[in-house]
């Protein structure tokens, strides 16, 4: 049974920074493609950032430059460091896996839909 474990979430001031670590278990030997996802209060589910087992990663304009994802070489991990925290990003951040490579072609508004593993979820909210 595959199983996501998020941690790390928080309450931190606008300019502040949080790592959100999450843990896959129970995958068979293989590729597999991790991401993370979140939904702020009234909106749909975005996208955040993606990784590949080889730890090739990608994230969307939104949060690229102050947001970072990292895999610790392949280890069944998924740590993403937030930087430079606004309001704005107050939300509840998911960790996803699927089996295969990411497909970096896929548009960002489609890849939620790839994935078939998710964690339970982690708040960050971030206010003064």
């Known amino acids: 049974q595959v199983q996501l474990v998020e941690s790390g979430g928080g309450s931190v001031q606008p300019g502040g920074s949080l790592t959100l670590s999450c843990r896959i278990s129970?995958?068979?030997?293989?590729?597999?493609?991790m991401g993370w996802f979140r939904q702020p209060p009234g909106k749909e589910r975005e996208p955040v950032a993606r990784?590949?087992?080889?730890?090739?990663?990608m994230m969307p304009d939104s949060v690229r430059g102050r947001f970072t994802i990292s895999n610790d070489n392949g280890k069944n991990t998924a740590d993403l460091q937030m930087n430079n925290l606004t309001p704005e990003d107050t939300a509840m951040y998911y960790c996803?896996?699927?089996?295969?490579?990411?497909?970096?072609?896929?548009?960002?508004?489609?890849?939620?839909?790839?994935?078939?593993?998710w964690g339970q979820g982690t708040q960050v909210t971030v206010s003064s």
């Open positions: 996803a896996a699927h089996e295969g490579r990411c497909d970096w072609a896929m548009a960002w508004v489609l890849v939620e839909y790839i994935y078939n593993y």
């Open positions: 129970g995958l068979t030997d293989g590729d597999y493609c």
């Open positions: 990784i590949d087992i080889d730890g090739v990663n």
